[in-house]
């Protein structure tokens, strides 16, 4: 199989989070979530195009586009994973830096999905995360397999400054796909 069909057939929605009047969370030295959420959708955009998959953006601009619009892309396209790109925070904490992957149904396979891209990160960038069930709105109307990443906690100013150098995020892009890649074979001929 050529690298350009590994995912051929699969449409996955990529939904940089925020954007817009919508900055979403703000680095100790003002990096925005908005700019970040875009930067590494955009890279895995490039990278799953590569791989064969019909990919779709939410946003891939700094436009404002509001939630329900979000999962009514993910849904008319009947998307075989809709991947939701966040940075969090947490306020006097500067030490918390931790990756978070949310799913909330269990009538499909977005936990398997989740769990790839939890093991994913801790594998590539060493740093424990945890796998949680949560009722996000964007998640619950889904009604496709859906999860909504936090890669990192930038209110950390370490991680902050990590975020600043593009090559990261291309990492960060990497190590979204390779969860993406991982759940395709773990699914096998389901989903299609």
Request: aromatic share 8%.
């Amino acid at each position: 199989m050529m690298i350009g069909e590994v995912l051929s057939g699969k449409v996955i929605v990529l939904d940089p989070g925020h954007g817009g009047v919508d900055d979403g969370a703000i680095g100790p030295s003002g990096l925005l979530e908005k700019k970040i959420n875009l930067d590494v959708a955009l890279d895995l955009w490039k990278i799953l195009n590569l791989q064969g998959a019909t990919v779709y953006m939410t946003r891939k601009t700094d436009k404002t586009v509001y939630l329900k619009d979000r999962i009514e892309l993910a849904n008319k396209e009947h998307a075989n994973l809709f991947v939701c790109i966040h940075h969090n925070s947490v306020k006097n904490a500067p030490e918390v830096d931790r990756t978070q992957v949310f799913y909330w149904s269990t009538t499909d396979t977005s936990k398997v999905a989740a769990d790839e891209l939890l093991k994913s990160f801790e594998r590539i960038f060493n740093l424990k995360g945890q796998l949680i069930r949560n009722d996000f709105k964007v998640l619950r109307l889904a009604k496709v397999p859906a999860v909504l990443v936090e890669s990192c906690f930038m209110s950390s100013p370490q991680r902050e400054k990590w975020l600043r150098n593009p090559r990261n995020l291309w990492r960060e892009a990497l190590a979204i796909d390779d969860g993406i890649l991982k759940y395709f074979d773990d699914i096998g001929g389901e989903n299609k």
